[in-house]
Nanobody, 111 residues
Framework: VQLQASGGGLVQSGGSLRLTCVAS????????MGWYRQAPGKQREWVTY???????NLASLAKGRFTISRDNAKNTIYLQMNNLQPEDTATYYC??????WGQGTLVTVSS
């Protein structure tokens, strides 16, 4: 499986971005997929997951601001991020369990 993430960029505080991750190769329609992020100088942290049947789990940092969704027909997941804050600045990675990671897409939020 290969993952291609996109959608990062520079946004002002309070703005929004939508990240996309497309899975290709031997993709199982039964697999959950999700997002992690890693800020400069910090460890990678979990953001959110979505199962194949649409059940979602969100880290506290994402609740109320971020929404994950998926299109199984396209092997794609999305991360809608609203009310972004400077502390959300990080490289965002999509994850296909157990060990497949996308290349990351950089999100920079200016104050």
């Amino acid at each position: 499986v290969q993952l291609q993430a996109s959608g990062g960029g520079l946004v002002q505080s309070g703005g929004s971005l939508r990240l996309t991750c497309v899975a290709s190769g031997s993709v199982s329609g039964d697999n959950a997929m999700g997002w992690y992020r890693q800020a400069p100088g910090k460890q990678r942290e979990w953001v959110t997951y979505i199962t194949a049947d649409g059940r979602k789990n969100l880290a506290s940092l994402a609740k109320g601001r971020f929404t994950i969704s998926r299109d199984n027909a396209k092997n794609t997941i999305y991360l809608q991020m609203n009310n972004l804050q400077p502390e959300d600045t990080a490289t965002y990675y999509c994850h296909y369990p157990p060990n497949t990671w996308g290349q990351g897409t950089l999100v920079t939020v200016s104050s």
